[in-house]
Nanobody, 120 residues
């Protein structure tokens, strides 16, 4: 069974930084794209950033220039470095991964979410 375990959320003042991590564990063949999404109270879940297995990245306009997504394929881990945080970045952040099983089937997985709160 595949699990995504996130860490690194917390409370930070505006202008500060946080680094989120998400590690995939279990039995599988490979990990395709990985990404981070967030959901603020009363709002829909939205894409923050994605990264392919080859390292190509994509970002929401609201975080470009402030957030950096990266991954360590050897550790099956994706990171989100968040700088210059703003109160509007406050949300639950979810890790996402598209994983190919040993039977070569692709499935979408989500982490449990980690709270990021930015105070003004």
């Amino acid at each position: 069974q595949v699990q995504l375990v996130e860490s690194g959320g917390g409370l930070v003042q505006a202008g500060g930084s946080l680094r989120l991590s998400c590690a995939a564990s279990g039995t599988f063949f490979s990990i395709n794209a990985m990404g981070w999404y967030r959901q603020a109270p009363g709002k829909q879940r939205e894409l923050v950033a994605t990264i392919t297995s080859g390292g190509s990245t994509d970002y929401a306009d609201s975080v470009k220039g402030r957030f950096t997504i990266s991954r360590d394929n050897a550790k099956n881990t994706v990171y989100l470095q968040m700088n210059s945080l703003k109160p509007e970045d406050t949300a639950v952040y979810y890790c996402n991964a598209v994983i190919r099983s040993k039977m070569y089937r692709l499935s979408n997985y989500w982490g449990q979410g980690t709270q990021v709160t930015v105070s003004s």
